[in-house]
């Protein structure tokens, strides 16, 4: 009764899908064909059926397909344990992969199952060339039979996190990623059919205009924005596809879509060799591929065709029992986690341990071991063509001017329709600037008011600054979607820099004058266009910096909640040291005169409002704290004698430090990004040199130092 219940369901979920791609799920490749044709030197692809306006997007690669193999890789990380065995240089190491093999051929979805900790993620990470610094890999890796790296374009990377920018719609997001990723030989005509293209591949376009969403507002389901990262690395129609669990969080109908589409790509024209890891599949996911490559604890249980794998176990003498999923089957007879519990419960029971021993035995000596060897001979014996080594940039033609301008465009967009990224904080500012204004109300020019005013002005060059931290969890979130991006090569860290700074004026400049001017005028600062414009480009550059400072600690420390708190300590200490608290010729000469009080960036803020305030302005003199024999004091007396501002320069000369270290503090940034990734690269190299084995890191497709195009390869023997 199961058994029928289970078949109408997928009879269903299979009509439904029919109903909605235009293809029946068990015979993915009936879906008509999309049609090559040939102008001159380029190559046309034209989908006949879904596309009626006959869109020709030029293919930029060639329609031979990629062969992967890889042969005794191991994957080692350091042990904080005195566990594991010692590596050559003495260290106590922990094996996460051991001595695997296999392949992934042209057309074919390979699945990289097994339970939790068993190294699936650590294989496609070492096949993909994204292993940590830490780790050390050893083993041969072969791209069409030939030791090197993957050039840009070739393979793409979908990762389990969706980092998306939340408040672009589907169309936006894969429209921005079509115009930073594919060549300025393209058109933005054809970009945007590409993306067209990609969307209808995956079966968005009843989502097109709908945002991903985000906290404030709901929009994609999961399924849904897993499809939207997937299109984004279809663009450049990569031959190898890597993705890491791409049906984590999905229900089984969600699952069984997402799983369909990404199957479907391998069985076109394009001839796609996809890899991807998978958790726990449903029966109808797992009928969907064509080899299965499944672990235990980092060692290979069985590698062949997936429909093979239920007779294999069965010949083994684990057979699959009845109405239970031959997927759920394999994970539960080699999932050694819960091992205890099952010996005690079940008597008689094989243990875990002894079941994955069998079966391991049983694969060495099984047909499918000995036609994996077979089938990686051949690869090696196929006269495949190397992969052209090129530059990133020489695919990604996209000059650096474009790509900071749709990064900017880009930025933009999603920071003005982000509520919580300025506009909060607008109206919290807006909020603070009344209450100054109504506290310091027309302050007027008496002796008592030089000390009101210098409070005002540094309340407002310190603690109404200090206030930009609050931005900080967003830009958290774009330093996701940059890492992501990176990666994958899109673009560089000088254009998100640029981009980052340039999006973000507007709104950080409508900040520091609307509450900049309220607080001005209840006030009453010094009157005149000039003194209130400098006060708001004083208030500018000082939120600018703050913003800035917050970038180099997420650049450091990724988690946004110790990024606050550093952040918060790092001003603390400036605003101590700036020289309004503690005067400057108070402050002790060690550390925090020299040389904490001259690169704070309050010390410029605070001299500079303060000369802007009192220069050219009279005061009365107190007749008990008389300073000189003077009735009047003139601004340069305050200046000099009360607030102990050095007065051999101009207010212009602080504005001009303060904008300096803007673009310090930006640069400063861009160069850690830099020598954070050439720091990874050397420790890879260093940590990757095996004395006994054949060991290659391969490059994953990006134009970071972290992923260059060199390899290190170890001697033969």
Same mark, same amino acid.
């Given at each position: @009764?199961?058994? +029928?219940?289970?078949?109408?369901?997928?009879?269903?979920?299979?009509?439904?899908? !029919?109903?909605?791609?235009?293809?029946?799920?068990?015979?993915?490749?009936?879906?008509?064909?999309?049609?090559?044709?040939?102008?001159?030197?380029?190559? +046309?692809?034209?989908?006949?059926?879904?596309?009626?306006?006959?869109?020709?997007?030029?293919?930029?690669?060639?329609?031979?397909?990629?062969?992967?193999?890889?042969?005794?890789?191991?994957?080692?990380?350091?042990? *904080?344990?005195?566990?594991?065995?010692?590596?050559?240089?003495?260290?106590?190491?922990?094996?996460?992969?051991?001595?695997?093999?296999?392949?992934?051929?042209?057309?074919?979805?390979?699945?990289? @199952?097994?339970?939790?900790?068993?190294?699936?993620?650590?294989?496609?990470?070492?096949?993909?060339?994204?292993?940590?610094?830490?780790?050390? /890999?050893?083993?041969?890796?072969?791209?069409?039979?030939?030791?090197?790296?993957?050039?840009?374009?070739?393979?793409?990377?979908?990762?389990?996190?969706?980092?998306?920018?939340?408040?672009?719609?589907?169309?936006?997001?894969?429209?921005?990623?079509?115009?930073? #990723?594919?060549?300025?030989?393209?058109?933005? =005509?054809?970009?945007?059919?590409?993306?067209? +293209?990609?969307?209808?591949?995956?079966?968005?376009?009843?989502?097109?205009?709908?945002?991903?969403?985000?906290?404030? &507002?709901?929009?994609?389901?999961?399924?849904?924005?897993?499809?939207?990262?997937?299109?984004?690395?279809?663009?450049?129609?990569?031959?190898?596809? %890597?993705?890491?669990?791409?049906?984590?969080?999905?229900?089984?109908?969600?699952?069984?879509?997402?799983?369909?589409?990404?199957?479907?790509?391998?069985?076109?024209?394009?001839?796609?060799?996809?890899?991807?890891?998978?958790? #726990?599949?449903? =029966?109808?996911?797992? /009928?969907?591929?064509?080899?299965?490559?499944?672990?235990?604890?980092? !060692?290979?249980?069985?590698?062949?065709?997936?429909?093979?794998?239920?007779?294999?176990?069965?010949? =083994?003498?684990?057979?699959?029992?009845?109405?239970?999923?031959?997927?759920?089957?394999?994970?539960?007879?080699?999932?050694?986690?819960?091992?205890?519990?099952?010996?005690?419960?079940?008597?008689?029971?094989?243990?875990?341990?002894?079941?994955?021993?069998?079966?391991?035995?049983?694969?060495?000596?099984?047909?499918?071991?000995?036609?994996? /060897?077979?089938?990686?001979?051949?690869?090696?014996?196929?006269?495949?063509?190397?992969?052209?080594?090129?530059?990133?940039?020489? %695919?990604?033609?996209?000059?650096?001017?474009?790509?900071?301008?749709?990064?900017?465009?880009?930025?933009?967009? *999603?920071?003005?329709?982000?509520?919580?990224?300025?506009?909060?904080?607008?109206?919290?500012?807006?909020?603070?600037?009344?209450?100054?204004?109504?506290?310091?109300?027309?302050?007027?020019?008496?002796?008592?008011?030089?000390?009101?005013?210098?409070?005002?002005?540094?309340?407002?060059?310190?603690?109404?600054?200090?206030?930009?931290?609050?931005?900080?969890?967003?830009?958290?979130?774009?330093?996701?979607?940059?890492?992501?991006?990176?990666?994958?090569?899109?673009?560089?860290?000088?254009?998100?820099?640029?981009?980052?700074?340039?999006?973000?004026?507007?709104?950080? @400049?409508?900040?520091?004058?609307?509450?900049? &001017?309220?607080?001005?005028?209840?006030?009453?600062?010094?009157?005149?266009?000039?003194?209130?414009?400098? %006060?708001?480009?004083?208030?500018?550059?000082?939120? @600018?910096?703050?913003?800035?400072?917050?970038?180099? +600690? &997420?650049?450091?420390?990724?988690?946004?909640?110790?990024?606050?708190?550093?952040?918060?300590?790092?001003?603390?200490?400036?605003?101590?040291?700036?020289?309004?608290?503690?005067?400057?010729?108070?402050?002790?000469?060690?550390?925090?005169?020299?040389?904490?009080?001259?690169?704070?960036?309050?010390?410029?803020?605070?001299?500079?409002?303060?000369?802007?305030?009192?220069?050219?302005?009279?005061?009365?003199?107190?007749?008990?704290?008389?300073?000189?024999?003077?009735?009047?004091?003139?601004?340069?007396?305050?200046?000099?004698?009360?607030? #102990?501002?050095?007065?051999?320069?101009?207010?212009?000369?602080?504005?001009?430090?303060?904008?300096?270290?803007?673009?310090?503090?930006? &640069?400063?940034?861009?160069?850690?990004?830099?020598?954070?990734?050439?720091?990874?690269?050397?420790?890879?190299?260093?940590?990757?040199?095996?004395?006994?084995?054949?060991?290659?890191?391969?490059?994953?497709?990006?134009?970071?130092?972290?992923?260059?195009?060199? /390899?290190?390869?170890?001697?033969? !023997?």
């Amino acid at each position: @009764m199961a058994s +029928v219940r289970s078949h109408s369901n997928v009879q269903l979920i299979a009509s439904i899908h !029919e109903k909605e791609y235009g293809y029946h799920p068990s015979n993915p490749t009936a879906v008509v064909e999309p049609e090559i044709v040939a102008r001159g030197d380029a190559v +046309v692809m034209e989908d006949s059926i879904q596309n009626r306006n006959h869109i020709k997007i030029p293919l930029i690669e060639n329609n031979k397909g990629l062969f992967l193999t890889w042969e005794d890789l191991w994957v080692r990380v350091p042990s *904080n344990l005195n566990e594991g065995k010692n590596s050559s240089d003495g260290r106590s190491c922990r094996s996460i992969l051991r001595g695997v093999t296999g392949y992934a051929k042209p057309g074919q979805l390979l699945a990289i @199952m097994g339970p939790s900790g068993c190294g699936k993620s650590t294989l496609l990470d070492a096949l993909a060339g994204r292993l940590s610094s830490s780790t050390r /890999q050893t083993g041969d890796i072969r791209i069409n039979g030939h030791k090197q790296a993957l050039a840009y374009g070739t393979s793409a990377y979908v990762t389990q996190d969706d980092a998306l920018m939340k408040t672009l719609t589907v169309k936006e997001a894969i429209y921005y990623s079509a115009q930073l #990723q594919l060549p300025n030989s393209m058109s933005k =005509s054809m970009k945007k059919e590409r993306a067209q +293209v990609t969307i209808r591949e995956m079966g968005l376009q009843n989502a097109m205009n709908t945002r991903i969403g985000d906290w404030g &507002a709901k929009g994609l389901s999961g399924g849904e924005k897993r499809r939207v990262s997937i299109c984004i690395e279809l663009l450049t129609e990569p031959k190898l596809l %890597f993705l890491d669990e791409p049906t984590s969080g999905l229900d089984s109908a969600a699952s069984f879509y997402v799983m369909s589409r990404i199957a479907n790509l391998g069985r076109k024209s394009s001839q796609r060799t996809i890899v991807s890891s998978i958790h #726990q599949p449903s =029966s109808e996911v797992f /009928q969907l591929f064509d080899n299965l490559c499944l672990l235990s604890s980092g !060692e290979t249980v069985y590698f062949g065709p997936a429909s093979a794998a239920n007779e294999f176990f069965a010949a =083994s003498g684990f057979p699959c029992p009845t109405l239970l999923y031959p997927s759920d089957h394999f994970l539960k007879t080699i999932n050694k986690d819960f091992e205890l519990d099952i010996e005690q419960g079940i008597a008689g029971r094989t243990p875990t341990g002894g079941a994955i021993h069998t079966l391991m035995q049983s694969f060495k000596t099984s047909e499918s071991y000995h036609q994996l /060897q077979r089938q990686i001979a051949e690869i090696f014996k196929k006269d495949c063509e190397a992969l052209e080594k090129r530059s990133p940039r020489s %695919f990604v033609n996209a000059g650096f001017v474009t790509q900071c301008l749709v990064l900017t465009r880009r930025s933009f967009v *999603n920071m003005y329709r982000d509520r919580g990224y300025y506009w909060l904080r607008l109206f919290i500012y807006i909020a603070l600037a009344a209450g100054l204004g109504t506290i310091y109300y027309h302050l007027g020019y008496t002796y008592s008011s030089i000390q009101a005013r210098g409070s005002l002005l540094a309340f407002v060059a310190s603690f109404l600054t200090f206030m930009a931290i609050g931005g900080f969890p967003s830009f958290v979130e774009d330093m996701k979607v940059f890492e992501r991006e990176r990666l994958n090569g899109h673009y560089g860290v000088s254009a998100f820099v640029f981009a980052n700074t340039f999006s973000s004026m507007p709104l950080l @400049m409508l900040i520091s004058l609307i509450p900049g &001017a309220i607080t001005y005028c209840l006030a009453g600062l010094h009157s005149g266009f000039e003194h209130f414009f400098y %006060f708001a480009s004083a208030l500018y550059a000082c939120m @600018m910096l703050v913003e800035s400072l917050m970038m180099i +600690v &997420a650049s450091i420390v990724p988690n946004f909640l110790m990024g606050i708190i550093v952040g918060s300590g790092l001003q603390g200490i400036m605003l101590l040291c700036g020289g309004f608290f503690r005067l400057p010729n108070d402050l002790p000469d060690l550390v925090w005169k020299y040389p904490l009080y001259h690169i704070a960036f309050h010390k410029y803020a605070f001299q500079g409002m303060f000369k802007n305030e009192f220069e050219g302005t009279t005061f009365p003199n107190d007749d008990q704290l008389r300073i000189g024999n003077s009735k009047w004091l003139s601004g340069d007396i305050i200046l000099r004698d009360i607030w #102990q501002v050095e007065m051999g320069y101009s207010k212009w000369v602080d504005l001009g430090v303060l904008l300096g270290m803007i673009v310090l503090y930006r &640069a400063l940034f861009l160069v850690i990004i830099k020598i954070t990734e050439k720091r990874k690269t050397i420790t890879l190299a260093l940590l990757s040199v095996a004395p006994k084995r054949s060991m290659q890191v391969l490059v994953n497709p990006s134009s970071t130092p972290l992923h260059g195009e060199s /390899q290190y390869n170890g001697n033969n !023997e």
